[in-house]
């Protein structure tokens, strides 16, 4: 049923207007109309009867794009009249309000911006006080705490410049100082100079900026820096400069609605002084703090897993507010090296087994970080190898660094035993040679050596059964994750302490309650026109008994692939296996016949792009011999994972123009009917079918114009890789009104570059596309980004958009367009106050709203649950609204996205995010598929195994210009506008 304020219901549909008065509470308050006298910056619609206009550098919504001439470029559109609010009920209340609208939006009463501020465009308000539809209401919890400060303290700000000083003419010199360093160089200002760097008073972020709550002397400080007696001290000059004062009345003002802008200095400052506590006590990776060991759960192989916590401070409706999330990572266990080879490397059961495995050892050893025991050092050293003889074969010069005694041989037993009363124990094992800059690697006893705390363990080094476990460990239940949430933010080592208390800042320590709707689930449409209504709980459906797919694609031109580890001893059984696929599909309503081509090759294939290649052009030229038509489907069955797989991949997709269906062999053999169903439904889509559509229209588009839902995501390459190009991919809808089939276009683009390169020309393409199949073109367009951080909405708003809009623009062709961010990657976490507000897992249900209290306090933006959460605790997808010339409600734009979870292609469940974005991250993990494939098959290419002959080794920047050929990328003709990659 509908919420309690429908005779509200379509106010506010203009984007700009209102303001909370100074002082006045939550979303319930009274809003007030700008006074028409003030200047008019914001966006605003045209009265009724006004045509376009001579408004310069305005678009479709009234938003300032910049200065002109800059927007000449391409046209400007006058936006649509919103549509009415629908029909009153008769047993509505009657709103008096709702009858004195004025024709014109109501304007937000904000200072005048600055020429910066001005040329800045900001994302849409809030068009209305939050949605009001619902099934029923929830009552929740969330891991937001308020925080609270006096805006009228001030935050001082503060660069810093650390050098390092040569000791012989105390000159400072241009040389890096590590990161590690910088903190304790801090440290030891602030106890030298404890009255004027008072340390609890002030932040640092270990590189360049401090922040205190008072003032502090600038200037030159020359800081020393000694591990203990007998070792030379390290001097360094450390200069500290005045930034700016941060007055926190301005984010207090900007809470109220009363700056446009976010004070993003105040935040990082804010940001800073909270974390600061759990950076002195905590271990640091990231954003986020893990526990030093004293709760950590052994995994084995040298590997523990740390219990921690991620914060960030966020601006919402009830002021500022800190969230934070429970974590787990794992970490290297700081332990001798000896110990830890002998756990990691299984093959190592003693000391003397080192040189055996030489090899092993190194690899498990280089590049992690040691510190040495026999002296005192805090001194963190990275290890590069081991030592060609062994220690008790090691001699070196002795250099008197005074310069009284001549150098001198000696031995390294004799050099520890008379220098630092140490005796070697392990004299037939090799050392460990330590590196640090640029300097010759010093040979130190394994025995002296300790893994440092805080290396994080590679999830990717982790073989299964450390990865599962840390995986049961991370996804925490509901009651659990709560629980610990509170636990850490009341932990000393927490956010909380001496610190924030300094500088005014207080945190509540209850969880902020919110009111959650729940919103209803759409009807399906299957074949025959049935209709099928979801479960109530789950909100999934099933495809048993006679029902069918709403089109299903008849399979008649189709071969099959048998990958058995062993060629001459398949476990696949072919008549089996073909007899249930083709009975499953059947009963699905996909006509499926024999395949034209059933052939036997081995899992060896998979090692090399051109076997692949010549083996599935061998199987397309037999089907073609015995069909005139291009063959379909390859149905490829592999006996077990292969990283082969993205050769197979890129190879089908980019050069034969074939699809593929891989599947293994273990699963087929089971035969279990749910399994091929999904089989079926991937099938089905790839060939253009349907397989389930909403019974209804999508909400908010109920008239005669055609509509386009693109989705866009960029896939970056790791962060130990500097060479590689980052992916994106624009994915849109090519059929009206299921809108349920897409097309895609990926492209490569610069090295960790968040901004899409090509975005308006890929989403021209998807448009011309979608008028050749439609024979229309679409008049309005609804564009989902996925990856960006709230940091960059100016960079979509500001380049991406404005890209958009100059390319695909006519004279005569202007779609209005909505544009909108959706963000899984936050820490925003959903509880039920009580067992009634939660399934029987403990999560909120499907459908679960939240857009008030929690959310900004003024832009358009809201949190959607819209999956079944069976493991761990659920997290909502965080909604931003950033460009809307569609006029969306509240209530509109989130069953909009709501309904459109339940038409994802390949389960028969609603997805945890909106299909164009989900689908457009399997299309760029795809072209991250392509550039690895591309990069392996230039480095196994003749040339490359030339190079490798006469240099030993190829550098991945010889590579990378074939890993940024957009050839590498480009799909093949055939395939451009299907669903390849579900």
């Known amino acids: 049923m509908d919420g309690g304020r429908s005779g509200n219901y379509g106010r506010g549909r203009g984007r700009g207007g209102y303001y909370r008065p100074q002082g006045s509470g939550g979303r319930g308050s009274q809003y007030q109309p700008r006074p028409q006298a003030q200047r008019q910056w914001v966006e605003q619609p045209p009265q009724q009867g006004v045509g376009r206009g001579s408004g310069g550098g305005r678009t479709g919504a009234g938003r300032p794009w910049g200065q002109p001439p800059t927007l000449s470029s391409f046209p400007v559109q006058s936006p649509a009249r919103p549509p009415p609010p629908p029909p009153r009920s008769s047993s509505d209340e009657l709103d008096i309000q709702s009858l004195k609208i004025s024709p014109q939006r109501p304007l937000s009463p904000l200072p005048l911006p600055s020429e910066e501020e001005e040329n800045r465009i900001q994302p849409i308000r809030r068009p209305d006080q939050g949605g009001q539809k619902y099934v029923r209401t929830i009552k929740l919890v969330v891991n937001h705490f308020p925080v609270n400060f006096d805006p009228q303290r001030t935050i001082f700000h503060y660069d810093v410049d650390v050098k390092t000083v040569t000791s012989d003419d105390n000159r400072h010199v241009k040389k890096l100082v590590r990161k590690s360093d910088l903190r304790l160089i801090r440290d030891k200002l602030c106890s030298d100079y404890p009255d004027s760097f008072p340390i609890l008073q002030t932040a640092y972020d270990g590189e360049k900026n401090i922040f205190s709550a008072v003032v502090l002397p600038t200037g030159q400080y020359k800081v020393e820096l000694s591990d203990g007696e007998n070792v030379r001290g390290r001097s360094y000059l450390f200069t500290i400069k005045f930034v700016n004062e941060l007055k926190l009345r301005k984010l207090k003002e900007y809470l109220r609605g009363e700056l446009s802008h976010i004070p993003r200095d105040i935040l990082q400052g804010m940001d800073l002084v909270m974390k600061e506590n759990p950076t002195r006590q905590r271990i640091c990776v990231g954003k986020s703090f893990y526990s030093n060991y004293k709760d950590k759960l052994d995994l084995g192989n040298g590997v523990a897993a740390c219990r921690g916590f991620n914060q960030s401070l966020k601006s919402t409706s009830q002021g500022l507010s800190l969230c934070l999330d429970y974590s787990v990572l794992a970490f290297r266990k700081p332990m001798s090296v000896k110990d830890f080879l002998m756990e990691n490397v299984q093959q190592i059961n003693s000391m003397d087994d080192i040189k055996r495995y030489r090899p092993l050892a190194i690899k498990a050893l280089k590049g992690l970080k040691v510190r040495v025991t026999h002296r005192p050092c805090k001194q963190k050293y990275p290890i590069v190898g081991l030592a060609e003889k062994d220690t008790c074969h090691s001699w070196f010069d002795l250099v008197d660094r005074e310069g009284k005694n001549p150098p001198r041989r000696t031995s390294l037993v004799a050099y520890f035993q008379e220098k630092w009363g140490r005796k070697i124990e392990n004299l037939n094992i090799p050392c460990l040679q330590l590196g640090r800059g640029n300097k010759s690697a010093d040979e130190v006893p394994m025995e002296f050596c300790v893994l440092v705390e805080g290396q994080v363990y590679p999830k990717e080094e982790l073989d299964y059964s450390l990865a599962k476990d840390l995986k049961d460990l991370s996804v925490a239940k509901p009651d659990v994750r709560r629980r610990a949430i509170n636990e850490m933010l009341q932990a000393s080592d927490g956010p909380c302490g001496v610190v924030i208390s300094n500088f005014g800042i207080q945190v509540d320590r209850n969880m902020t309650k919110v009111a959650g709707r729940v919103i209803g689930a759409p009807e399906l449409r299957i074949g025959g026109s049935q209709h099928v209504k979801v479960d109530g709980e789950k909100c999934q459906w099933n495809l048993t008994g006679d029902r069918r797919l709403v089109d299903g694609k008849s399979v008649v031109r189709w071969a099959l692939i048998d990958f058995p580890d062993n060629e001459r001893h398949s476990k696949l059984d072919k008549e089996m296996f073909i007899g249930n696929l083709k009975s499953r599909c059947g009963k699905l309503g996909i006509r499926m016949d024999d395949p034209l081509v059933c052939l036997l090759a ?334 392996e098959s230039q480095y196994r290419s003749p040339a490359a195994s030339a190079s490798s002959s006469s240099s030993h080794a190829i550098s991945p920047t010889s590579l990378s210009t074939a890993w940024c050929d957009k050839r590498d990328y480009n799909l093949h003709p055939e395939l451009e506008n299907v669903m390849f990659f579900v």
């Open 602 to 935: 081995s899992m060896r294939r998979f090692s090399s792009a051109d076997s692949l290649e010549n083996l599935l052009k061998d199987v397309v030229d037999r089907a073609r011999n015995k069909s005139k038509e291009n063959l379909q489907l390859i149905v490829c069955v592999m006996a077990r994972k292969d990283p082969g797989y993205k050769s197979l991949k890129w190879v089908s997709e980019t050069k034969i123009g074939v699809l593929t269906q891989c599947c293994l062999s273990s699963n087929v053999m089971k035969g279990q009917d749910q399994y091929l169903a999904n089989l079926c439904l991937k099938i089905n889509a790839k060939l253009g079918g349907s397989n389930f559509e909403l019974m209804a229209k999508l909400p908010h588009f109920v008239g005669e114009d055609h509509v386009m839902f693109i989705g866009a995501d960029v896939n970056h390459p790791a962060p130990n890789n500097s060479a590689c190009p980052s992916i994106a991919a624009v994915v849109g809808t090519v059929n009206w009104p299921a809108a349920n089939r897409y097309a895609a276009r990926v492209s490569p683009q610069a090295h960790r570059q968040e901004k899409i390169s090509n975005f308006g020309g890929m989403c021209l393409d998807l448009i011309k596309t979608y008028t050749g199949l439609n024979r229309v073109r679409p008049s309005k367009i609804v564009i989902f980004r996925d990856g960006v951080s709230e940091g960059q909405f100016g960079m979509v708003l500001a380049e991406e958009l404005r890209d958009i809009k100059k390319t695909i623009y006519e004279d005569h062709y202007q779609p209005k367009i909505t544009l909108i961010v959706a963000q899984k990657r936050h820490q925003t976490r959903l509880f039920g106050e009580s067992r009634n507000d939660v399934g029987p897992t403990g999560n909120v249900p499907p459908g679960t709203v939240v857009d008030t209290v929690i959310v900004h306090p003024f832009y358009f933006d809201f949190y959607l649950c819209s999956h079944y959460g069976g493991l761990g605790t659920s997290k909502p997808t965080h909604y931003h609204v950033l460009w809307d010339e569609n006029f969306f409600s509240s209530d509109e734009l989130q069953k909009l996205i709501y309904d459109m979870c339940f038409t994802f292609a390949r389960c028969t469940k609603p997805v945890s995010l909106v299909p164009p974005v989900y689908y457009a991250d399997l299309v760029a993990y795809r072209g991250r598929l392509f550039q690895e494939a591309a990069m």
